[in-house]
């Protein structure tokens, strides 16, 4: 079966510092891959996806960038982190085009 | 860009009330889903539609992917305390998974 791995849990960082996290699949091959931010009680804005290796889709403009160097990884990263970064992160992936998505627990990330 | 609208975004039913949500958009779609979500996670799939009309019940919930396939409803029957959280709609347009804002559900006992 699949699973989905995403860490930390929970990151406390200061403003300016750099941003790294990481999400991996298991149990799956060439799957779709997302990055979402949710804001407290807020909906899911889609961050990033990508459809395979090295293929990545930003939908917004922002602090933010992702990569995806082996077929079931995928970081998030900043080079420099704002207080407007914090949020929560959830990575998704789903088998292709058409499907249900799944997610990780996601990350609580507080920028202070 | 496509765009999710769902409603309400909130709702304060008594325990063994019946729940609907819906969402709607202007642009056409191939997959609506329904997730729940609780505090501090990440969303849980509940329903995934795959065919314009399609009905599907997962248990007391009930899905429908409209006709048109700009739509989509969630049916929660006989409401208990661990209905509680946020639901999402979620559709699937060209590779990439979009959310409406969700659905808060509080249950009075």
Redesign the interface.
Known sequence: SQTIH?WPATLVQPVGSPLSLECTVEGTSNP?L?W?RQAA????Q?LF?S?GIGQI?S?VPQNLSASRPQDRQFILSSKKLLLSDSGFY?C?W?FG??????????T?LTVV | GQQLN?SPQSMFIQEGEDVSMNCTSSSIF??W?W?KQEP??????LI?L?KAGELTSNGRLTAQFGITRKDSFLNISASIPSDVGIY?C?A?G?????????T?LTINP
């Open positions: 995403q779709n997302y979402y009680g807020r909906g899911l889609l996806y459809v889709s939908e959830l998704a789903s085009r058409y499907t249900e998505a799944f997610f990780g627990q996601g609580r | 769902q191939n997959t889903l997730y501090g996670e990440g969303p849980v799939l995934a795959y999402f979620a699937q060209a590779q990439k998974l979009v959310f409406g804002q969700g808060r």
